[in-house]
């Protein structure tokens, strides 16, 4: 079998690792330019390689083709394989992987939920690991090792080429609007994608979602066989209630150290995995208080001149910031922008009326935001260097208000990415700590 792989970056070099591994004759192929660490482990492993270009009689060459996340199925060169089966590393690394998997999407919240996840299951000394569209890929991780859970983050992107993948427990989150450029600015499209996870699963599996969300239950009356359905309320009392061992188990939100209802949602919905998984009650209480939360996600930075101040970078679309700005009671002083991904304003404008104090807009083009805020008439600043945004937000706040980076849109105008955007606003707090 000769298999090509699109894209050289953690999913494409993983994915070249596991086939090399099973004996696969592999080569990869990217458009760009593969970094550094990625081609060292090409070459060590000795898996031939190009870059800047495609080679068509190269891929065409190939029995079966794995295309990077990134890469759109209509792209036109994916769309001239007219014969070639085209799969993405996700399909292609669970073919190989023995042990259980429990995978989680959403428009929100899928990194805080899968990171908790893996966690209650590492706190009990279940060998586990978290891969997918976080940290390592899912073919890279079964390279390493073989694992008895897979907690696997996966985006739309990584779900809307499925084929024969199936998890033993998903869960869906939410749908929201994010990515509608990939989808023709089609929320059903986006939808079709996040709800495949659902496409090979069996009455043996489980399936966990929000009980509110209209197009996951809609989508759910419509299918004839389905998993085992555990719908979670995001706006019920406490944090969980579950059964165990016959005997009911109570967990308060206060046993969670983190700030928000909707992670106090993305908690129930991991403890309800973590049970179904087989963790016992105690194991799921003594572990849960422990955990502190991820960078870039409504992580407190400090509190110069007494002004808390937090890093939600990772909200790049309006249902993330609109929970973060939910967070607080304080008056808040929010930065926001960068590039628009066709965003509605809309539902953000009676929150930001009733607990921003002043909108500090970062970015090169925040017509959109001025436009969508202005009617408010709060007071709204421009800038393009978060060092200036942050000295306007210090500037106008009072001892007890917050100043909230929560963008509504993604960073690469001024940024390398979120984590880039979250780690420079960190750094400029802490360096005013020290002034």
Not at 4 to 10: C, D, F, K, N
Request: glycine letters at 8%.
């Amino acid at each position: 079998m000769r298999l090509v792989i699109l894209g050289g970056g953690e999913s494409g070099t993983g994915a070249a690792l596991l086939a090399k591994q099973q004996g696969i004759d592999v080569f990869v192929s990217d458009a760009g330019v593969i970094q550094a660490d990625y081609k060292h482990l090409l070459i060590t492993h000795q898996i031939p390689f190009e870059e800047g270009g495609h080679t068509l009689a190269a891929i065409q060459s190939a029995d079966e083709v794995i295309k990077s996340p990134g890469i759109p199925y209509e792209a036109t060169m994916i769309k001239g394989f007219h014969n070639i089966p085209i799969i993405d590393e996700i399909e292609f690394a669970a073919r190989y992987a023995k042990g259980k998997i429990i995978a989680v999407t959403g428009s929100n919240g899928k990194s805080t939920t899968a990171h908790l996840i893996y966690h209650l299951l590492n706190a009990a000394g279940y060998h586990a690991i978290l891969a997918g569209n976080i940290g390592y890929s899912f073919a890279k991780c079964l390279t390493q090792s073989m694992y008895d859970y897979y907690v696997l983050e996966l985006s739309s992107f990584q779900l809307e080429g499925i084929k024969n993948f199936k998890p033993d427990i998903a869960c869906l989150l939410n749908i929201t609007p994010d990515h509608l450029d990939r989808y023709h600015y089609s929320i059903a499209g986006y939808a079709k994608a996040k709800l495949n996870i659902l496409r090979n699963m069996t009455p043996l599996d489980h399936f966990i979602y929000h009980t509110s969300d209209p197009i996951t239950t809609q989508y759910l009356h419509t299918q004839n066989t389905l998993p085992q359905l555990h719908p979670i309320d995001p706006s019920s009392n406490g944090l969980f209630h579950f059964k165990k061992s016959n005997h009911a188990v109570a967990i308060s939100k206060e046993q969670l150290p983190l700030l928000g209802m909707h992670n106090q949602y993305n908690a129930r919905v991991a403890v309800k995995a973590a049970a179904l998984a087989g963790l016992p009650s105690e194991a799921i209480t003594a572990a849960l208080p422990k955990f502190c939360g991820l960078p870039h996600r409504l992580e407190w930075c400090g509190a110069p001149q007494g002004i808390d101040c937090y890093n939600d970078s990772k909200s790049t679309n309006i249902a993330s910031t609109t929970a973060a700005l939910l967070s607080f009671s304080q008056p808040i002083i929010w930065i926001a922008g960068g590039i628009d991904k066709g965003n509605d304003y809309g539902p953000l404008l009676p929150i930001v009326r009733d607990r921003v104090k002043a909108i500090i807009c970062l970015g090169k083009e925040n017509n959109a935001i001025v436009q969508a805020f202005r009617p408010l008439g709060l007071p709204i600043e421009e800038t393009q260097k978060l060092s200036s945004a942050i000295d306007s937000a210090l500037s106008i706040a009072l001892p007890g208000d917050v100043v909230l980076l929560s963008p509504a849109c993604a960073s690469f105008d001024l940024f390398k990415n979120f984590e880039d955007r979250g780690n420079q606003f960190k750094e400029k707090i802490s360096a005013r700590m020290q002034q």
